[in-house]
């Protein structure tokens, strides 16, 4: 998609911190971290939401996660981590391209704003 950050983010047309990648996923750092440890993991295809990728494809729906779940391992939060897929407009989701945030590093209150 030709105006979406994080299609620009993939295509390396937006420099970002990368933490992990493969052929289908990408995860770097969020530029406004909420906690010590706050990495955002995307699939390089576009999807809106995590509606619409649920709906359009099973086996990358679970890579996210798997993905995410590696990225916690890599980050050393073997205390605990928090993996968050803000939906729509209520949801606080301001990028157009489903992301899961990993977030850790500290102690995560609950419930969230
Ligand atoms: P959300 O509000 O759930 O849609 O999350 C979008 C996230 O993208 C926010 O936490 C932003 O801080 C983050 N973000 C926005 N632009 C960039 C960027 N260029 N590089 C890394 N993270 C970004």
């Not at 994080?6 to 390396?12: L, M, P, R, T, Y």
């Not at 073997?78 to 209520?90: A, D, Y």
Request: include cysteine.
């Amino acid at each position: 998609m030709t105006n979406c950050l994080f299609c620009k983010i993939v295509a390396e047309e937006i420099p970002s911190a990368k933490v992990l990648e493969n052929t289908d996923f990408l995860a770097f750092r969020d530029i406004d971290p909420k906690a010590p440890v706050h990495v955002l993991v995307i699939p390089k295809k576009h999807f809106e939401d995590i509606v619409e990728l649920s709906k359009g494809d099973n086996v990358l729906t679970a890579g996210l996660m798997k993905f995410a779940t590696e990225v916690a391992e890599i980050e050393k939060l073997e205390k605990g981590f928090r993996i968050v897929l803000n939906t729509g407009q209520e949801g606080g989701q301001s990028v157009q391209h489903v992301h899961a945030h990993v977030l850790g590093g500290r102690s995560l209150t609950w419930p969230p704003g």
